[in-house]
T-cell receptor
Framework: EPEVTQTPSHQVTQMGQEVILRCVPI?????FYWYRQILGQKVEFLVS????????KSEIFDDQFSVERPDGSNFTLKIRSTKLEDSAMYFC????????????FGPGTRLTVT | GENVEQHPSTLSVQEGDSAVIKCTYS??????FPWYKQELGKRPQLIID?????GEKKDQRIAVTLNKTAKHFSLHITETQPEDSAVYFC????????????FGQGTELSVKP
């Protein structure tokens, strides 16, 4: 069964550094999402992406964040200058255009900012 | 915008008992309601969902019920097993906002053997 994949599984970075989190959505999916989950809290929406542009973004997704689909398979989240409060688990999700409601999540990248 | 409230935050049951988790939502336009199970350190996994044209859906030991009038939906797990122990999240999407999922706060279910 196809799955969303994410790399790396764990990223440690220093405050102020740039990080890029990578995702490979399920191949026939056209809707892509990033979510964030701070330890012990609920999953929070960051951004949705469709047809090579952002569909919606949350207030968390400020100018320090950007997303890109650099080729036909990868979907990336970049944080330009990380802050301590960016430490969280970041999940990528994708959904199928014929069933756009069902979102499938990747295994997540644990980002630790020191 | 959509607001999803989930109760209880923790639930402890004996193996074999039933567990019920409830969610309410605010946007009457919502018409799809998924439930995710998240084991410690793992991804949220879609376990069951319901669309607004039905009131109940079952899949083996799990079921979801929906009351659109009251704007609430519930997850029912029967004959609970220790491997059901996890955090369960309900969610509702906002289609006019890119399909983003608004999650409930989560319920930590503990099934004691």
């Amino acid at each position: 069964e196809p799955e969303v994949t994410q790399t790396p599984s764990h990223q440690v970075t220093q405050m102020g550094q740039e990080v890029i989190l990578r995702c490979v959505p399920i191949s026939n999916h056209l809707y892509f999402y990033w979510y964030r989950q701070i330890l012990g809290q609920k999953v929070e929406f960051l951004v949705s992406f469709y047809n090579n542009e952002i569909s919606e973004k949350s207030e968390i997704f400020d100018d320090q964040f950007s997303v890109e689909r650099p080729d036909g398979s990868n979907f990336t989240l970049k944080i330009r200058s990380t802050k301590l409060e960016d430490s969280a688990m970041y999940f990528c999700a994708s959904s199928d255009p014929s069933s756009s409601y069902e979102q499938y999540f990747g295994p997540g990248t644990r980002l630790t900012v020191t | 915008g959509e607001n999803v409230e989930q109760h209880p935050s923790t639930l402890s049951v004996q193996e074999g008992d039933s567990a019920v988790i409830k969610c309410t939502y605010s946007d009457s336009a919502s018409n799809y309601f998924p439930w995710y199970k998240q084991e410690l350190g793992k991804r949220p996994q879609l376990i069951i969902d319901i669309r607004s044209n039905v009131g109940e859906k079952k899949d083996q030991r799990i079921a979801v019920t929906l009351n659109k009038t009251a704007k609430h939906f519930s997850l029912h797990i029967t004959e609970t097993q220790p491997e059901d122990s996890a955090v369960y999240f309900c969610a509702a999407p906002l289609y006019n906002q890119g399909g983003k999922l608004i999650f409930g706060q989560g319920t930590e279910l503990s099934v004691k053997p």
